[in-house]
């Protein structure tokens, strides 16, 4: 059974970095196309990012555009998620998600996701 396990997340200030980082234990990370998630107090969980099994093909929510880099070691089983300058706005429960392997689908719906790891909070003071 996969298990996804994030870390990285914490309380930094407007204009900080985090990297989050996600790993897989009980599959093959390079089987599984892999996307980042968060959820804010009172909203739906929404897409952040994705990437494709060899890491040639990356996807962004128009509002991390820019800020947000994707990537992953399949060699370490472990997907990140280097975030810059950090707003209030992105302050969320982060998770990784992997959706059935070697299927990509709709990738920017959490319901092609049937394994999510507990997730990472983030919180951006201003």
């Known amino acids: 059974q996969v298990q996804l396990v994030e870390s990285g997340g914490g309380l930094v200030q407007a204009g900080d970095s985090l990297r989050l980082s996600c790993v897989m234990s009980?599959?093959?990370?390079?089987?599984?196309?892999m996307a980042w998630f968060r959820q804010a107090p009172g909203k739906n969980r929404e897409f952040v990012s994705a990437v494709d099994w060899s890491a040639r093909m990356t996807y962004y929510t128009d509002s991390v555009k820019g800020r947000f880099t994707i990537s992953r070691d399949n060699a370490e089983n472990t997907l990140y998620l280097q975030m810059s300058s950090l707003k209030p706005e992105d302050t969320a429960i982060y998770y990784c998600?992997?959706?059935?392997?070697?299927?990509?689908?709709?990738?920017?719906?959490?319901?092609?996701?049937?394994?999510w790891g507990q997730g990472t909070q983030v919180t951006v003071s201003s």
């Open positions: 998600a992997a959706p059935r392997p070697f299927h990509i689908g709709a990738f920017r719906d959490p319901d092609e996701y049937p394994f």
């Open positions: 009980g599959g093959n990370l390079s089987a599984y196309v």
